[in-house]
Structure formats: C-alpha cells, structure tokens
C-alpha cells in the first residue's frame, strides 16, 4: 500500500505485517523497551484521533499494542491518503517531541 510504503521509511515506524489488501499494523519506538512501544503507540494512536484527520484505533498483536490502519472507503484517494500519512507522522514527531 501507498500509506504503509510511505509510513516504512520514517525513523521509528515499524510496519509489522504485510500489507494484506487494505489493512496492515504500526508498532511506534526505535531502541525502546516492548513496555515503552507500547506506551509510545497509544500515545500517538491518541494524537491522531484527536486532530481528527483520519480514523486509526489501536488494537493487540502477538501481545503488543498496535496502530490499526484499514482503509474502508471506496472514494479514498491517494491525496486523503497522503493526509492520512501526514497526521501519523506530526502525531509521531509531537510525541517524540514531548519526552
């Protein structure tokens, strides 16, 4: 997918899975703890929902907390797609930025 693609080569964004039509997992954190990612993913998952760009709820994989990303809506375009990407990214940087 575009968005997973894009999301891959920013530091400290893990794309966890392949991506499998419309929908793949984030993991947010570079050298931290399991227990940090954790913390790091909800925090930026929070962020996110609160700008209000896009919709993205967290979810568990294998037991650790995960960013969900499914795209649903037929009409979606590359460009609500790069938007969606572009409020991953600030959320990332500002909670990178608020430790």
Same mark, same amino acid.
């Given at each position: ?5 894009? &999301? ?6 893990? +794309?966890? @899975?392949?991506?499998? &039509? @419309? ?6 954190? @570079?050298?931290?703890? =399991?227990?940090?990612?954790?913390? &790091?993913?909800?925090? +930026?998952?929070?962020? $996110? &929902? ?10 568990? %994989?294998?037991?650790?907390? +995960? ?12 460009? =609500?797609? =790069?938007?969606?990407?572009?409020? $991953?990214?600030?959320? %990332?940087?500002? $909670?990178? @930025?608020?430790?």
């Amino acid at each position: 997918s575009h968005m997973a693609a894009r &999301l891959a080569h920013v530091d400290g964004v893990e +794309v966890l @899975n392949p991506v499998e &039509l @419309n929908q793949f997992t984030l993991r947010f954190g @570079n050298t931290d703890t =399991d227990e940090e990612k954790d913390t &790091l993913t909800t925090e +930026v998952i929070s962020r $996110v &929902l609160d700008e209000g760009t896009c919709y993205m709820n967290g979810g568990q %994989w294998h037991g650790h907390k +995960v960013m969900r990303v499914s795209i649903i809506s037929a009409p979606t375009t590359e460009d =609500d797609a =790069d938007a969606s990407v572009e409020s $991953v990214i600030r959320a %990332w940087k500002a $909670v990178q @930025n608020s430790r």
